[in-house]
């Protein structure tokens, strides 16, 4: 079956804006009863903190899982059937960030929220592994030249070291939440910035060797 990764692009594009949507959904600005002054709405304000912080956090991290998918597929050159239920996969996980970012808001000093908060993101994590390495296998990207192919070697390896590391980050994460979340915090923050700048290559290298092989065609 010959599938477009532009359409898989899309597909995914609009299931993450409705993750978005429904996270911020979630916070919601407590009732006051009247009359009531300035302070009571500050104070109101002050207790919708921990909820801006864990939407604000799960927002980067949803963006920064957004830009790398965005990455992948661009240097993909087909998609199967296999591939797509993969990306289901990591959907599927990246839908469940709404719940954990809820509670973790409501309660951000339970070890147990933090706990689930890891471990989802564990998971999302492991899913874009699964996804990124049957592509990688099955020799979904683009691989026509030299120059191109010692590029992908280069990207794909450090892509692998920085997954495993993150990985081993959120293991430690877990159960360091039963110790002290401020430990489970610090590191959640680490992943995002490993994988902030997505891993790429040569763009002019991407497209010379995209018109050459098309060129070699008959």
Same mark, same amino acid.
């Given at each position: 079956?010959?599938?477009?990764?532009?359409?898989?692009?899309?597909?995914?594009?609009?299931?993450?804006?409705?993750?978005? =949507?429904?996270?911020? !959904? =979630?916070?919601? !600005?407590?009732?006051?009863?009247?009359?009531?002054?300035?302070?009571?709405?500050?104070?109101?304000?002050?207790?919708?903190?921990?909820?801006?912080?864990?939407?604000?956090?799960? !927002? +980067?991290?949803?963006?920064?899982?957004?830009?790398?998918?965005?990455?992948?597929?661009?240097?993909?050159?087909?998609?199967?059937?296999?591939?797509?239920?993969?990306?289901?996969? +990591?959907?599927?996980?990246?839908?469940?960030?709404?719940?954990? =970012?809820?509670?973790?808001?409501?309660?951000?000093?339970?070890?147990?929220?933090?706990?689930?908060?890891?471990?989802?993101?564990?998971?999302?994590? =492991?899913?874009?592994?699964?996804?990124?390495?049957?592509?990688?296998?099955?020799?979904?990207?683009?691989?026509?030249?030299?120059?191109?192919?010692?590029?992908?070697?280069?990207?794909?390896?450090?892509?692998?070291?920085?997954?495993?590391?993150?990985?081993?980050?959120?293991?430690?994460?877990?159960?360091?939440?039963?110790?002290?979340?401020?430990?489970?915090?610090?590191?959640?923050?680490?992943?995002?910035?490993?994988? !902030?700048?997505?891993?790429?290559?040569?763009?002019?290298?991407?497209?010379?060797?995209?018109?050459?092989?098309?060129?070699?065609?008959?």
């Amino acid at each position: 079956m010959n599938i477009s990764t532009k359409r898989v692009e899309n597909f995914s594009d609009g299931v993450i804006s409705i993750i978005i =949507t429904i996270m911020v !959904f =979630t916070i919601r !600005f407590p009732h006051l009863n009247t009359p009531y002054a300035r302070h009571d709405v500050w104070h109101s304000m002050e207790k919708l903190g921990p909820h801006l912080v864990a939407y604000l956090f799960s !927002f +980067l991290i949803i963006g920064i899982m957004w830009v790398n998918h965005h990455h992948i597929y661009h240097l993909m050159e087909k998609v199967d059937e296999k591939l797509l239920w993969l990306n289901l996969h +990591l959907l599927f996980w990246l839908s469940l960030i709404p719940f954990p =970012t809820a509670m973790l808001g409501e309660n951000p000093l339970l070890p147990d929220a933090s706990a689930l908060y890891g471990i989802v993101l564990g998971m999302t994590v =492991t899913a874009f592994i699964m996804m990124r390495t049957y592509a990688i296998n099955h020799h979904m990207m683009y691989s026509a030249g030299r120059r191109l192919n010692i590029q992908m070697e280069k990207m794909n390896k450090k892509a692998r070291i920085k997954n495993r590391l993150s990985i081993l980050i959120y293991l430690i994460a877990i159960p360091m939440a039963y110790i002290s979340v401020y430990i489970s915090f610090a590191c959640f923050a680490i992943p995002p910035v490993l994988f !902030f700048i997505p891993d790429g290559i040569d763009d002019d290298a991407l497209a010379e060797e995209i018109i050459e092989k098309n060129d070699a065609l008959p």
